[in-house]
């Protein structure tokens, strides 16, 4: 947790009085899963990726495990990531992300509605299709989804003729498209994070969020969600959108 984190932790306990700030707890791991295993409910600020990890090997099952939320240090996300319905941990991040202002990002899907899941994606020119599928493959095990269950890969226009990205989407069985700035830029309200590095060399403040927003929205007619805010490696970014059909 970082010093942002804290701050962060703070304003949550501020509205829940029983909670506990336990902040860089020695050893982690062993700490975390601990007080896990005791059935007690948790909020991470910190990357996704040391969550799994770490809770990985006690993980039993949804009826069984507490709820787990995770949030990034500013505050702007509340993922629900572990026993979403059944331990309530989607609600808590409804009412936790609406006191914090936040976005709660919810991977359960809406009972009796088949979500539509789009994957976003940004890179350094001619980077490899093996870097990709990696960090495509992180992301999607990160969200609990099967490479089936993505109806698209999205990027913006001047990727359009990117090797890496169309191979990648061949493999997968993805249909690629790429989106104008300008169209990206429609979306930009909901973005998790705005590079102006990139805003300068591309015109949009982020590609891999926007482009998968913009694609499942143009799938089923209806707003999207980001489901998976931006994760990245040295060379590439990825980002998971979901949207539900009317009705």
């Not at 919810?106 to 979500?115: D, F, G």
Request: a neutral charge.
């Amino acid at each position: 947790m970082t010093t942002a984190g804290l701050a962060l932790a703070e304003r949550i306990q501020a509205g829940e009085p029983d909670a506990e700030i336990v902040y860089r707890p020695q050893p982690f791991g062993e700490t975390v899963r601990t007080l896990f295993q005791a059935g007690q409910r948790l909020v991470f600020i910190c990357a996704t990726g040391i969550v799994v990890r770490t809770l990985a090997p006690v993980i039993q099952d949804k009826h069984i495990d507490p709820p787990v939320l995770v949030l990034d240090d500013q505050g702007r996300f509340v993922i629900a990531l572990l026993s979403g319905h059944e331990g309530g941990a989607n609600a808590w991040a409804v009412a936790l992300a609406t006191r914090l202002k936040a976005q709660p990002v919810l991977t359960t899907a809406k009972p009796y509605v088949h979500p539509v899941y789009t994957l976003g994606m940004g890179c350094e020119r001619h980077c490899p299709v093996e870097v990709l599928a990696q960090l495509a493959a992180e992301c999607l095990s990160i969200a609990g989804l099967q490479p089936r269950q993505i109806a698209g890969l999205a990027s913006i226009d001047i990727k359009a003729d990117e090797t890496g990205l169309i191979e990648l989407g061949v493999q997968q069985g993805w249909p690629y498209t790429t989106w104008p700035a300008a169209r990206l830029r429609e979306v930009e309200d909901q973005l998790s994070q705005r590079s102006e590095i990139v805003f300068r060399e591309v015109g949009v403040y982020g590609v891999a969020e926007a482009a998968a927003l913009v694609a499942a929205s143009r799938l089923t007619g209806e707003p999207a969600e980001l489901l998976l805010p931006k994760h990245k490696n040295r060379r590439a970014t990825c980002a998971i959108a979901r949207s539900f059909h009317a009705g």
